[in-house]
């Protein structure tokens, strides 16, 4: 029988090498790859390549963690909607 994990298959561990040369330690790097990894697969399927892949999960964590400026027109405040999400 072949154990195949994700996480041993070559393209997943590029992408793993990709997000460390961005600067996350390799716990980190598992740790976003699998939060966002469902997402962009069914979004864009395998057509990227790795260092496509590692940048979307890149942006995606900035984007997800970036502060609201109230005086950046192209951020709205959803707040108070967080209760209902």
């Known amino acids: 029988m072949h154990n195949n ?3 041993d298959r070559p393209y997943i561990q590029d992408i793993l090498k990709h997000l ?3 600067g996350y330690e390799p716990d980190k790097a598992k740790e976003l790859l699998i939060q966002f990894y469902r997402s962009i697969k069914r979004t864009y399927g395998f057509s ?4 496509d892949f590692s940048m979307l999960i890149h942006e995606l964590n900035k984007a997800v963690h970036r ?3 109230p005086t950046d027109s192209n951020q709205i405040f959803i ?3 967080r209760g209902l999400i």
């Open 5 to 7: 994990h994700m996480l």
């Open 20 to 22: 460390q040369s961005f």
């Open 48 to 51: 990227l390549n790795a260092r």
């Open 67 to 69: 502060k609201y400026d």
């Open 79 to 81: 707040g108070h909607l």
